[in-house]
């Protein structure tokens, strides 16, 4: 019987969408927690997901059994509906942004991801989320950013 093998290592952000509000630092661990099971049930192992309320960064293994924007969806779907489940008089227009980034991490590089993924809320008390962005995009070489698009105002 023939075999798929991948190990695809992958660095995901995507950020609230522009007139929803932060998520609670209360409700951060729940939320963190959750997108890690969606993740895993759908074979995509997530070795850490955080953020400081009003974006998320992942560290996952990607199924080949899945896309990456497929996954993406899911999770934020999936997500967005837990955190309104959870407290719906606060977050009852809650929702994420269309965008989202995915770069591709190597193995050398996994805990030092990981390491950042983690310390996220100590990290944007001294870089903001549009100098954490585009520093980002600049370490992956993407050269095709456009602010007005990405930054979308509903």
């Known amino acids: ?3 798929t093998l991948s190990n695809v290592l992958l660095h995901a952000i995507f ?3 522009a007139t929803s509000i932060d998520v609670k630092p209360q409700d951060q661990p729940l939320l963190n927690a959750y997108i890690v099971s969606i993740c895993n049930r759908l074979e ?3 070795l850490i997901a955080n953020g400081p309320g009003n974006h998320e960064h992942l560290l996952l293994v990607l199924s ?3 896309s990456f924007s497929e996954l993406i969806k899911e999770v934020k779907r999936l997500s967005s509906a837990f955190l ?3 407290n719906p008089r606060y977050y009852h227009s809650f929702h994420w942004q269309s965008g989202y980034g995915m770069f591709s991490v190597s193995y050398k590089s ?3 991801v990981y390491q950042y993924i983690a310390n996220q809320q100590a990290h944007h008390k001294k870089v903001s989320i549009e100098k954490e962005w585009r520093s980002l995009l600049k370490s992956a070489n993407v050269t ?3 602010p007005d698009l990405y930054w979308v105002k509903e």
């Open 15 to 17: 950020h609230k969408g």
């Open 1 to 3: 019987m023939p075999q």
């Open 64 to 66: 080949p059994k899945i």
């Open 110 to 112: 996994k805990e030092a």
């Open 144 to 146: 095709d950013y456009q």
């Open 84 to 86: 309104k489940k959870q």
């Open 44 to 46: 995509c192992p997530c």
